[in-house]
């Protein structure tokens, strides 16, 4: 048995996008819900669910002057350490795994634009990976769904062998860190990907529903609605 209550543990919240699908000139991971920047509601869950997390940031490091003035003008005091983003997500978590040693402990990837994270979800996917090696956060489709193929020719497909994949992306520090050594692939659109690279298995853990992405702006009008539901 592993506990993982006594184990160091780091968040990486990446954040070094620009948003091209979102468009507007200030990036999506700074734009405001509640009256705050998105980023800061995604530190706070996490320090909220437990303030032993080290929190690791990373931005573009063009932005770091943009995230002085607004931490300044929001007293946003959380602790945290900031990193320069990279080309690509890899190379942004990659950077975010070069300032953690290669100790035993547990890190959790996660999406600065994904603010919604239950609390809930954050402990339970830092408990798997203490037992398990990863914790992938998923969640099922209610929609049905098909395969489209080139022809534009489409086939069913039974949705219960599918789940959306969410962060956050939890793993033990010395595995992460090994199979982010590998070089970048097109194949890897997310954490999963990369460990399952060295012939790993991934353990999948219930997500919830609302941690969507800010992806493009009608998620700005949901994420408005989850807010006031959640202030
Ligand atoms: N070079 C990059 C690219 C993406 N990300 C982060 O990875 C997460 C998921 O990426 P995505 O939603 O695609 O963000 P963007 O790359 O900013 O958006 P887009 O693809 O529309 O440009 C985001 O928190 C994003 O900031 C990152 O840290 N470094
Ligand atoms: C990591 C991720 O959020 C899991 O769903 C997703 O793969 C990121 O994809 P993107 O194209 O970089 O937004």
Redesign the pocket.
Known sequence: MVFEKFMKKYAI??????????GGSI???YLEIGGKPVLMHTLEVFFNSDSSINLIL???ESDFELWYKLCSAHEFSIPHQLVK?????F???KNGLLHILDEDGLVAIH????PFVKPEVIHESFKVAAQEGSAIAVVSLKDSIRRVGEDSKSVFQERQFFRLVQTPQTFQIRKIKKAFKTEESPKFTDDATVYEHQGWQVSLITGNPENI????PEDMNYAEFLIGKNP
């Open positions: 919240i990446v954040a070094g996008g620009s948003g091209t699908r979102m990036s999506k991971q990373v931005i573009p983003g990279g080309s690509s997500r190379q942004s978590v999406d600065g634009v994904r992405k800010i992806t493009t």
